[in-house]
Every structure is written in C-alpha cells, then in structure tokens.
C-alpha cells in the first residue's frame, strides 16, 4: 500500500517561510508527477505547484515568486518552500502524487495535509 505523508506545516507570521515536506513509501515502481494542493476553511481545494518526474514545473498565479516546489526522486519525496507567507495562504495543504505501485495500476494518491496558518 503506498502512503504520502506530508510535515512541515504550522503557525507562522506574515511574511515569514515554512518547508513542508512529502514523502511517498510503498511498493512503488514509478512516481510521475507529484504535487501540492490547498484547501481554506469554506473554499474548493486548489492547485498549488506541481512537478513532473523530468522537472517540469506548474505553479499558481498566486503564489508565483513566493513558492518553490522541488523534488528527490531518489527519495519519493517532494518540498514546498513557502517564503513572503500571506494571511490567504492560511490553508491545509495536500500532497499528492500519479503513482504506479507494485500491486495495481496507476493512480493518484494523496495525503492526510499538514496545516498551514499565516497570523499574527
């Protein structure tokens, strides 16, 4: 069974940085791309940067310049890199990955989220 579990979240001030982190374990044969997504009280959840296996890199207008999404492959892990933090970016935020594990076909997993709160 694959899980991702995300750390690396809590309270922060405006303007200030948080890391969190993704690890994905399991029978895994191939991760292709991994992911961050965020969801705020009373809102959908949204895409927040992505990574492909090669590098590719997507983010959101939103956090363009701020946010830097990074991965080890070597690890199955993924980073978030979350600098000049904003009120609005107050979310639980989610790790996924497009997974081919050793047991069944390929699928998109997710984790558990790690919450991220900007205040003062």
């Known amino acids: 069974q694959v899980q991702l579990v995300e750390s690396g979240g809590g309270l922060v001030q405006p303007g200030g940085s948080l890391r969190l982190s993704c690890v994905a374990s399991?029978?895994?044969?191939?991760?292709?791309?991994m992911g961050w997504h965020r969801q705020a009280p009373g809102k959908q959840r949204e895409l927040v940067a992505d990574?492909?296996?090669?590098?590719?890199?997507n983010y959101a207008d939103s956090v363009k310049g701020r946010f830097t999404i990074s991965r080890d492959n070597t690890k199955n892990t993924v980073y978030l890199q979350m600098n000049s933090l904003k009120p609005e970016d107050t979310a639980v935020y989610y790790c996924?990955?497009?997974?081919?594990?050793?047991?069944?076909?390929?699928?998109?997993?997710w984790g558990q989220g790690t919450q991220v709160t900007v205040s003062s």
């Open positions: 399991g029978s895994i044969l191939t991760i292709y791309a």
């Open positions: 990574i492909t296996s090669g590098g590719r890199i």
């Open positions: 996924n990955g497009d997974i081919v594990p050793m047991s069944r076909g390929r699928y998109e997993a």
